[in-house]
């Protein structure tokens, strides 16, 4: 299609604009009319009302590229895609999609992380509120179980101690989240230690994902290892008690306790009960949170990384020694 401007205005006005007076080609040149050329085209000249008057030249149709009608005389050609330039297009998709998801996966497990450690800062003030109301004395809570998990585990019965202090009120429930890590997806029964698809989130552990570092309180046996002085955990301590507040673990996701990580899915592989150096969200006395690398020594590989403390190179430990 070809498109030729030829206009002109004369010296009247009108509150639409100018009049056009339209232009003449070889006798031709009435607004509205056609006219062939020697190319087999034809001229329509259109006029505009702003003053302007086209001049289109279109091509006519051949009789057997006509309408079922014989209806219509101006030929019309529309490109379309051949199979090769689909699938260099499919092929571009695929590409981009295998650069973009990992990028896209990644930002989601940092959001998530990000939202952890919120929820754990939180839950942390909550537990220093509590102190703050209570002498000095961290939550406390005699006769829980040292080696099971459960309402009565002293990773856990700090919930209910602490939770009015972050705004929580009545029975623990599914929606409290702020006690919910969202990369929460999966968890270690507590029998054999055998991987379950589920959430540490659920009603027998008083629906939180995040521990206490409240052992000490147990009626049963403690766990011994050779060489070991202090005892971990902080079961009727006060907080200026702790001598490494910077240091001593306070609230940390319930995976850190053994450990696994429930970020970038680390599962615990078939005969251990831990991940070294696995990653996890915790937080200090001193109010801070932190994602750190967790120790777990393969020779107790029957124990919970929490029952000892780490090498000094890590940054932190379990007890307030």
Same mark, same amino acid.
């Given at each position: !299609? ?23 080609? $070889? ?16 001229? #329509? ?7 302007? =008057? ?18 219509? *005389? ?6 379309? %895609? ?7 297009? #499919?092929?571009?998709?695929? #590409? ?15 959001? &998530? ?15 220093? !509120?509590?102190?703050?109301? *209570?002498?000095?004395?961290?939550? +406390? @809570?005699?006769? +829980?179980?040292? *080696?099971?998990?459960?309402? *009565? ?5 700090? $919930?209910?101690? +602490? ?22 997806? %999966? ?40 060489? &070991?002085?202090? %005892? ?7 907080? @200026? ?14 995976a850190a306790v053994w450990p696994w990580s429930w970020h970038g899915f680390q599962t615990v592989p078939s005969g251990q009960r831990g991940i070294n150096d696995s990653k996890n ?22 124990? @919970? =990384? =929490? ?15």
């Amino acid at each position: !299609m070809f498109l030729e401007r030829n206009w002109t205005r004369n010296n009247r006005r009108s509150r639409c604009g100018w009049y056009a007076t339209p232009s003449f080609a $070889k006798g031709y040149g009435r607004a509205g009319s056609r006219a062939p050329t020697e190319t087999g085209h034809y001229r #329509i000249y259109v006029t505009f009302r702003a003053g302007c =008057c086209y001049s289109i030249r279109m091509k006519p149709r051949k009789p057997s590229e006509r309408g079922v009608h014989g209806r219509g *005389n101006l030929s019309c050609r529309i490109a379309a %895609f051949t199979l090769i330039e689909l699938l260099v297009v #499919i092929a571009v998709i695929a #590409i981009l999609a295998a650069i973009l998801l990992p990028v896209l996966s990644k930002s989601k497990e940092q959001a &998530q992380r990000t939202k952890c450690l919120s929820n754990v800062k939180q839950i942390n003030a909550a537990v220093l !509120m509590y102190a703050s109301d *209570n002498g000095d004395m961290l939550p +406390t @809570a005699p006769n +829980t179980g040292d *080696n099971k998990t459960g309402t *009565n585990s002293f990773q856990i019965y700090y $919930k209910a101690l +602490t939770k009015s202090y972050a705004g929580l009120q009545g029975p623990s429930s599914a929606q409290d989240k702020l006690f919910d890590c969202p990369s929460d997806m %999966f968890c270690y029964g507590e029998a054999n230690f055998t991987y379950e698809a589920q959430s540490f989130f659920q009603p027998d552990n008083d629906y939180t994902s995040y521990g206490y570092n409240g052992q000490g309180g147990a009626t049963t046996e403690r766990y011994a290892i050779a060489d &070991q002085t202090n %005892f971990p955990g902080l079961f009727g301590w006060k907080l @200026a008690a702790i001598r490494s507040p910077t240091k001593t673990l306070l609230v940390t996701e319930a995976a850190a306790v053994w450990p696994w990580s429930w970020h970038g899915f680390q599962t615990v592989p078939s005969g251990q009960r831990g991940i070294n150096d696995s990653k996890n969200v915790v937080s200090f006395p001193d109010g801070h949170a932190s994602y750190v690398s967790m120790y777990f020594d393969e020779d107790y590989y029957y124990l @919970a =990384c =929490c029952r000892y403390d780490p090498p000094d190179n890590y940054d932190y430990k379990w007890c307030g020694n």
